[in-house]
């Protein structure tokens, strides 16, 4: 069955101490892999998206790569403000299936 | 540019009625995707509209029916509510029918459904 998942469910962490998100997938014909950052309440803001194996992307703290089975969400010395939820979606076809998310809290 | 629009912020229903659910695409995008997100979940695809044709759906019954219009605007109707169907409804558009490589989608802000 195809499905995406993702780990850890929730992540805490101090003030500038980085980690990684893992977004992992078994769907066939990837077209594109999305990361995506969701606050309480709101819509999901885009962050990045990956097309192929090797591929990786950056934009401030964040960075992402990708594998032909799994991607990994890098954040180097996360601030408070980056606590969020962190989304991943796979399209194929055409369907786009997200993951269940990483609820990512930084403290202070 | 403005970004996804989508109206209600917020709305409350009871079982069995109807609502529709109305989202404005990002400017020059002609592909709109909905989605429905329940607490503590990833958003579920309902289905996507490419130049007012319904272009793939999600699991989701007939009673989730939509439409696009040549604005590009959309509307998402659920008839015979039930308390299940309270989520987030999120709208996403995206440039164009999505041919080759996947397309970035755009979310707007969600409309809160709450069934009582």
């Known amino acids: 069955e195809d499905q995406v998942t993702q780990s850890p469910e929730a992540l805490r962490l101090q003030e500038g101490e980085s980690s990684s998100l893992n977004c992992s997938y078994t769907?066939?014909?990837?077209?594109?892999l999305f990361w995506y950052r969701q606050d309480p309440g709101k819509g999901p803001e885009f962050l990045f998206t990956l097309y192929s194996a090797g591929e990786e992307k950056e934009k401030e703290r964040l960075k992402a790569t990708l594998t032909k089975k799994e991607s990994f969400l890098h954040i180097t010395a996360p601030k408070p403000e980056d606590s969020a939820t962190y989304l991943c979606a796979v399209n194929y076809g055409q369907n786009f299936v997200f993951g269940p998310g990483t609820r990512l809290s930084v403290l202070p | 540019e403005t970004g996804v629009t989508q109206s209600p912020t917020h709305l409350i229903k009871t079982r069995g009625q109807q609502v529709t659910l109305r989202c404005s695409s990002q400017?020059?995008?002609?592909?709109v995707s909905w989605y429905q997100q329940a607490l503590g979940q990833g958003p579920q695809f309902i289905f996507q509209y490419y130049r007012e044709e319904e272009n793939g759906r999600g699991n989701f019954p007939p009673r989730f029916s939509g439409l696009q219009f040549p604005n590009y605007s959309s509307e998402l109707n659920v008839n015979a509510l039930e308390l299940d169907d309270s989520a987030l409804y999120l709208c996403?558009?995206?440039?164009?029918?999505?041919?080759?490589?996947?397309?970035?989608?755009?979310f707007g802000p969600g409309t809160r459904l709450l069934v009582l």
């Open positions: 400017s020059g995008h002609n592909t």
């Open positions: 769907v066939s014909g990837l077209r594109g």
């Open positions: 996403a558009s995206s440039p164009s029918g999505g041919a080759g490589r996947g397309e970035t989608q755009y």
